[in-house]
Each structure stands twice: as structure tokens, then as C-alpha cells.
């Protein structure tokens, strides 16, 4: 039996393309008409989001952590504030790190 991704492991994965020329490609491709690339950050997150992520799980309980995939829209927003970072960038990560898990 597959050992599912831990949520750092996750972190980790998302995290190879960080600033570079290539995740500027991949952040370009998903822009919305605004200019916003929120979907983008499972691919290739900027330095500021992946500082802001790392933050997140550095305050998280190990029960946290390892139900980080169903975490409740009041668990998230409770760490992002307790973290002092945005709460819809730690829901979009934590909804992708839920539906790698589901692909496991």
C-alpha cells in the first residue's frame, strides 16, 4: 500500500517553482481577466506565498496537520489569523492538498 502525502510533503511538491521562469509561465496561464492567479499557487506559489504557507503549518498541531485535508472553513481561517496570513491562500492550499490525498 501507497503512504499518502503529508501536507509538508505536499508543500514541498507545490513549492519547485517558486519564482522561477517557468512558474512565471504557469502563473500566466491561469490570470483571470484581473490579472489574479489564485489557482496558479498550486503550481508555482511566489516566495511570499510559500513564506506565508510555511507559516501556517509551522503553528499547526500534528492533529491539524494530519487532518489537513478536512479541515473546517473556521479551522482555516483560526490558523490563518493565529498565523497572521491570508485565509483564502491557506483554503486553496489546504483544497489541494486535499484532492492530491483523494488521488492516492
Do not use: C
Request: avoid cysteine; hydrophobic fraction near 40%.
Amino acid at each position: 500500500m501507497t503512504q499518502k502525502t503529508t501536507v509538508e510533503q505536499y508543500l514541498e511538491k507545490i513549492s519547485s517553482f517558486t519564482d522561477s521562469p517557468y512558474g512565471n509561465i504557469i502563473r500566466g496561464s491561469f490570470k483571470d481577466i484581473q490579472g489574479g492567479s489564485e489557482l496558479a499557487m498550486l503550481a508555482a506559489p511566489t516566495k511570499d506565498e510559500l513564506q506565508q504557507l510555511k507559516k501556517a503549518l509551522a503553528i499547526m498541531t500534528p492533529a491539524e496537520k494530519e487532518k489537513a485535508g478536512s479541515l473546517t472553513d473556521e479551522q482555516i481561517q483560526k490558523i490563518a489569523a493565529d498565523a497572521e496570513i491570508d485565509s483564502g491562500l491557506l483554503a486553496i492550499f489546504l483544497n489541494g492538498y486535499a484532492l492530491e490525498r483523494k488521488k492516492q
